[in-house]
Nanobody, 115 residues
Framework: QVQLVESGGGLVQAGGSLRLSCVFSGSIFSKNVMGWYRQAPGNQRELVATITSGGIINCADSVKGRFTISRDNAKNTVYLQMNNLKPTDTAIYYC?????????WGQGTQVTVSS
């Protein structure tokens, strides 16, 4: 079994910053993809950013230049540094681990950006 524990959400004014963290435990394979997704009220869950075990990054156009994803393989942790936050970034953020076709999800952390 794989467990994901995420933290770092909160309330911030537009233009501010937050850093999300997600710690993985359990059967983590050497080849995998870690990432962040978000879901706003009334909307579908959408991809924010992913990073492969080889360090290849994919980001949504809406966050490019503002958000940075990174990972520490020794600590089994993925991070999301969010700068210049906008009210449209308000959502529940979920971390994700994908390995060999199986997806694992964190419990979600709320990010609220006020104008």
């Amino acid at each position: 079994q794989v467990q994901l524990v995420e933290s770092g959400g909160g309330l911030v004014q537009a233009g501010g910053s937050l850093r999300l963290s997600c710690v993985f435990s359990g059967s983590i394979f050497s080849k995998n993809v870690m990432g962040w997704y978000r879901q706003a009220p009334g909307n579908q869950r959408e991809l924010v950013a992913t990073i492969t075990s080889g360090g290849i990054i994919n980001c949504a156009d809406s966050v490019k230049g503002r958000f940075t994803i990174s990972r520490d393989n020794a600590k089994n942790t993925v991070y999301l540094q969010m700068n210049n936050l906008k009210p449209t970034d308000t959502a529940i953020y979920y971390c994700n681990l994908s390995q060999y076709g199986t997806n694992y999800w964190g419990q979600g952390t709320q990010v609220t950006v006020s104008s």
